[in-house]
């Protein structure tokens, strides 16, 4: 928690602030205290969003959507004012971090916590969607963490399920990217599967800390949502399962958030761990007490600091006088025994005598105290000049390494120049149906071999024209893969280089061998990046895309 700046109010409605949670594009959220004591989170919106009509209706509808669900599943709303200058709503505070704030400082969560998490936000989107209610944009950054189980916060996309107009312009989509279904991603209708595939993409990353569909430009992750497969390689095998479930492409093949709870609690365990309040991992929990502790210290002006620690004195305290010296009382000589004298240790000429101690006075800086003398016991040691000979063995050493390196490049770019130019060519005419030019080094899955067959479509959804593709053996590197689009009226050939192979994709660049680039024709300039995606039904997800934009899409069936 920040402290309350020069353009921060003190006081919304009857709540007094006591320090700044947080903001984010909506506006501010701040801690604050009733009139009785209650701690609340009091979001403010910002006053250029305040006159803006569709955005009012939006926050209308989430401070009555948080209402209707109740504080059972979400912060419970205590106030609101959607009509003043400044809309503001105040909701009980969770004494809790999000789960994308406890992931990036403790660390991905066990799997008991996992399931614990899964189980209680399919319980909630259960009893959310039973409202008539789907809340669109479920991520981690929405989801609070208390002892006693999360919370789902934010419901400002909430639509209703029997809605028949939105309050979004249109082409614009709302959500998170890779945790927005690819129906949403679509722009098509979304429903309660689309909250179970996001909360899929949430267990995911709490499960592994990363987002199940990488990271990058939003164009690129929701092209990978739409076409490719999560990343679940770090998740627990029967995690694993279900959460391939939640992220099904088709929403009919996902679960029900109560077959979901089911799953993910099938021996009750969840349950008796979020009943104890033990389903956190001991720092997440320690943290939420180190919270709770400093949220009773929070001092009565609003300041937002702590008992604990005092406020930094805004001038230097004056300095104290220091202690007049008792004036010593002299002392009577010791007179020495009489007898030889005792003999003194014979100290270096040129050393300095340290004086005597002294009693402390007012303590100074170090940086204010007289140099001392340095004590010199001798002439300076004789050392024999250094020779250069060993410079002149590590150049020449230096020299013959990169003299080998230099032969070692030039054999292996002989090498690559032969072996590519030992590869089948491709022309126009066998573009389609290319033999395999990476023999012995293959490294294409034999789930793809052979000719798909299937209708591509621009990105808007428009028909582009039938694609025969034929996807040979081969090394990253090698042209062995080639298509054929056919709109009826224009014919275009290419030839593919695969470039990149993944545990669930292959990437190719295309080059044009015949037709004419523009219209139906793209690779002519060799820039285009087609990926294909194996589906479980035995289908291919082919997408192309330039400059990460997505310009065409197919879905391939194997014809030979």
């Known amino acids: 928690m920040q402290s309350l700046e020069d353009d921060d ?19 501010r959220v701040y801690l604050g205290r009733s009139a009785r004591g209650r701690t609340v989170a009091v979001k403010v919106v910002r006053p250029e969003l305040a006159g803006d009509r569709e955005f009012r209706a939006r926050f209308r509808r989430e401070v009555d959507a948080a209402r209707r669900v109740g504080g059972e599943w979400t912060a419970p709303v205590l106030d609101a004012d959607t009509e003043g200058d400044r809309p503001w709503v105040a909701t009980g505070y969770v004494a809790g971090p999000s789960l994308s704030a406890a992931v990036r400082q403790f660390g991905p969560l066990p799997g008991a916590s996992v399931r614990a998490l899964g189980a209680r936000l399919a319980e909630a989107l259960a009893h959310v969607h039973a409202l008539g209610l789907v809340h669109r944009d479920v991520k981690p950054s929405n989801v609070l963490l208390a002892p006693d189980g999360p919370r789902l916060i934010d419901f400002g996309i909430t639509r209703a399920l029997d809605a028949n107009t939105s309050l979004t312009r249109p082409g614009y989509t709302v ?97 008796r761990d979020l ?68 003999t003194v240790p014979r100290r270096h000429p040129t050393a300095p005598t340290r004086p005597a101690p002294t009693r402390p006075g007012p303590t ?128 275009c050939e290419a030839v593919w280089t695969l470039v990149e192979v993944s545990s669930i994709s292959l990437t190719y660049t295309s080059r044009l061998v015949r037709g004419t680039p523009g219209g139906a024709c793209t690779g002519g300039d060799a820039i285009d990046r087609r990926t294909l995606v194996i589906e479980r039904d035995g289908t291919i997800h082919y997408g192309v895309s330039r400059a990460g934009v997505v310009t065409q899409i197919a879905l391939l069936r194997k014809t030979g």
Not at 15 to 21: A, F, H, M, V
Not at 288 to 301: C, F, N, V, Y
Not at 415 to 429: D, I, K, L, N, R
Request: aromatic share 6%.
């Open 175 to 271: 959500g998170s990217p890779g945790f927005m279904s690819p129906e949403q991603t679509r722009g098509s209708k979304v429903g309660p599967a689309s909250d179970v595939f996001s909360l899929g993409a949430v267990l995911a990353y709490a499960a592994t800390g990363v987002l199940p569909y990488g990271e990058g430009v939003a164009p690129a992750v929701l092209f990978r949502a739409v076409y490719e497969q999560p990343d679940l390689l770090l998740v627990e095998e029967t995690l694993r399962r279900n959460l391939l479930g939640c992220l099904a492409k088709d929403p009919a093949a996902r679960p029900s958030p109560q077959l979901l709870r089911a799953w993910l609690d099938d021996d009750r365990e969840a349950t």
């Open 364 to 491: 100074r800086h170090w940086r204010h105290l007289p140099p001392q003398p340095i004590p010199v016991y001798g002439p300076p040691r004789y050392r024999p000049p250094r020779r250069r000979r060993g410079w002149l063995v590590l150049v020449l050493v230096v020299l013959v390494v990169l003299l080998i390196a230099a032969a070692g490049y030039a054999l292996t770019h002989r090498e690559a120049q032969t072996s590519t130019s030992g590869s089948a060519p491709v022309t126009g005419a066998t573009a389609p149906g290319v033999p395999g030019g990476g023999a012995g080094r293959n490294v294409v899955p034999a789930a793809y071999l052979g000719t798909w067959s299937g209708q591509a479509l621009y990105s808007n959804n428009t028909p582009a024209g039938v694609v025969t593709l034929t996807v040979g053996t081969g090394g990253i590197g090698d042209r062995s893969t080639g298509s054929r689009l056919d709109n009826g009226t224009t014919r």
């Open 9 to 27: 109010p003190r006081r919304v409605g009857e709540y007094r602030l006591l320090g700044r949670l947080g903001a984010g594009g909506m506006g």
């Open 275 to 342: 009943a104890t309040g033990s389903w956190l991992p001991a720092p997440v929990a320690a943290a939420i007490g180190r919270a709770a502790a400093q949220l009773l210290d929070l001092e009565a002006d609003g300041t937002g600091t702590t008992h604990a620690v005092p406020p930094r004195p805004t001038s230097a305290p004056p300095r104290p006088e220091p202690a007049p010296r008792p004036t010593p009382t002299p002392r009577r000589p010791t007179v020495p025994p009489p007898g030889p004298a005792p």
